[in-house]
Nanobody, 123 residues
């Protein structure tokens, strides 16, 4: 089991910045990929950015060059630095960990989610 707790959301004007944090605990040695997702009202949850154990990152096209995902294993914290925010970036941001495990003796993966943190961007 992995527990995730996000923080750092809030209200910001367009063009501003926020840094989201996700503190992880529990069976952290089994975590493979960690990522940030967001969900706006009436829309599906989408991947914003993720990072593998080896440090390979992946970004949603619309946030490339503006958002940076990073992982500090010494502090057990995943970050999302968000710059030049736009109203379309608003939503609830969730932290996710893909955790390796076993099901019926076979290797499998499990998703752990945080509770989410609200990001609001005003014009």
């Amino acid at each position: 089991q992995v527990q995730l707790v996000e923080s750092g959301g809030g209200l910001v004007q367009a063009g501003g910045s926020l840094r989201l944090s996700c503190v992880y605990s529990g069976n952290i040695g089994s975590i493979n990929v960690m990522g940030w997702y967001r969900q706006a009202p009436g829309k599906q949850r989408e991947l914003v950015a993720d990072v593998t154990r080896s440090g390979t990152t992946n970004y949603l096209d619309s946030v490339k060059g503006r958002f940076t995902i990073s992982r500090d294993n010494a502090k057990y914290t995943l970050y999302l630095q968000m710059n030049s925010l736009k109203p379309d970036d608003a939503g609830v941001y969730y932290c996710k960990a893909v955790v390796a495990g076993w099901v019926n003796g076979k290797p499998s993966t499990f998703d752990s989610w945080g509770q989410g943190t609200q990001v609001t961007v005003s014009l």
